[in-house]
């Protein structure tokens, strides 16, 4: 047996990344996943065939580090007319997913004994890249009885002269909130009152609803020097295979994240770059099409969900999650996760999986199943809950 010693980077961090999907791959039996976030859409074949045509013509050797230079400039006006972020493509990285993304982010800003605020719920995967970084993650909880809304007294007193950034997840999962003006106003004066970056994870930020505003903290007046915007294809264009998405950075953080993600892996695929460019410069119907569906199942889900007893759902702004309040059982919600997956063979999330805010709510991925399943699944839950 092997004497290895391996580096704390690796025994000293989260190891629960991924929540129920490693349990669910052990179960035995069918099940029906709604844990996983991932589209169920087809990737549009307009990407598809710009990445085909790329792939015949030969453009399968090294590329520009940074990303393709028609793929940045692409993505510079994207971003000036969709979030109100004026950069030039020199401020833009495209990576190897928004993972990539922010593990460079936090590489880049992060040290030895520095902290990051997470407001909680938060995404579980940023807390291992934080302790990667050898930082410390520290958990805001938001109030989920006021809609875990954004509030100063709820974040203010855990900064301290250690702290480095604030994380932002926006459109939020798991909750589905979508925050106001108002609200990443608070998390701006904060950021600049104590000199502090906003790494924003904005990979939902063109799946919303309703007429709701997606409005990237970047675009708030001084917050441009002082933020790192991270985006995808992954989930509005059902790219989650693809592996693409970008980083949008003031122009002194560009060669520290170029650090990070040269040495990690060179440079993103190239072909697929060119399907990358197809998607922001192709027809919007293909995008608008999909967002649609992704409402729909939502009205289907929510509207059963607070058919059930003892769970009550408010509809989400943007993502492609529920995040019902199971409270009312008086059962922990891990509990109830478990006993879905075994006794009606239906996977969904624990919201406590999230963070403690998060107790007392389950994570459902309605924009992963078509909708006979998510009828299946649907009545599946309702003979659960009616019979608890």
């Not at 790329?54 to 969709?82: I, T």
């Not at 995404?123 to 520290?138: D, L, S």
Request: charged share 20%; glycine share 8%; aromatic share 8%.
């Amino acid at each position: 047996m092997s004497t290895t010693r391996f580096a704390r980077r690796i025994t000293d961090t989260s190891e629960k990344s991924y929540g129920m999907v490693g349990l669910a791959m052990a179960e035995k039996g069918p099940l029906i996943h709604l844990e996983l976030g991932r589209p169920m859409y087809d990737t549009p074949q307009h990407i598809k065939q710009a990445t085909i045509d790329a792939l015949l013509a030969g453009d399968v050797h090294y590329s520009d580090l940074q990303g393709m230079p028609e793929l940045r400039e692409a993505l510079a006006s994207k971003l000036a007319r969709q979030n109100g972020i004026n950069v030039g493509p020199s401020q833009i990285i495209v990576t190897n997913g928004l993972t990539q993304a922010s593990f460079a982010a936090f590489m880049a800003l992060l040290d030895d004994g520095d902290e990051a605020i997470l407001l909680d719920p938060f995404y579980p995967q940023h807390i291992g890249k934080i302790e990667f970084a050898g930082a410390t993650p520290v958990i805001a909880a938001l109030d989920p009885t006021d809609n875990f809304s954004i509030k100063r007294e709820l974040i203010e007193p855990y900064i301290t002269a250690q702290t480095k950034v604030i994380v932002l997840v926006n459109p939020c999962n798991p909750t589905g909130r979508i925050y106001t003006r108002a609200e990443l106003q608070v998390v701006a004066d904060l950021a600049v009152e104590n000199d502090l970056v906003v790494l924003t994870d904005e990979v939902y930020e063109q799946i919303t609803f309703d007429g709701a505003q997606h409005i990237s903290i970047a675009s708030l007046p001084g917050m441009e020097c002082r933020t790192v915007t991270m985006q995808a294809f992954t989930k509005a264009y059902a790219m989650d295979g693809w592996r693409i998405g970008y980083i949008v950075a003031p122009k002194d953080f560009i060669e520290p994240l170029m650090k990070v993600t040269t040495t990690e892996v060179t440079h993103v695929n190239t072909f697929i770059q060119h399907g990358a460019l197809a998607a922001v410069n192709g027809p919007v119907e293909a995008l608008s099409d999909m967002v649609d569906g992704d409402r729909q199942s939502r009205d289907f889900v929510v509207q059963r969900l607070n058919q059930m007893p003892g769970v009550t759902c408010k509809a989400p702004q943007g993502t492609i999650y529920a995040f019902p309040d199971i409270s009312a059982t008086g059962l922990k919600s891990n509990v109830i996760a478990m006993r879905l997956m075994h006794e009606v063979g239906v996977v969904v999330e624990s919201g406590s999986f999230y963070g403690e805010a998060g107790e007392g709510h389950l994570r459902i991925c309605f924009g992963a199943q078509p909708k006979r399943v998510l009828s299946e699944a649907m009545d599946k839950l309702q003979d659960f809950f009616n019979k608890l």
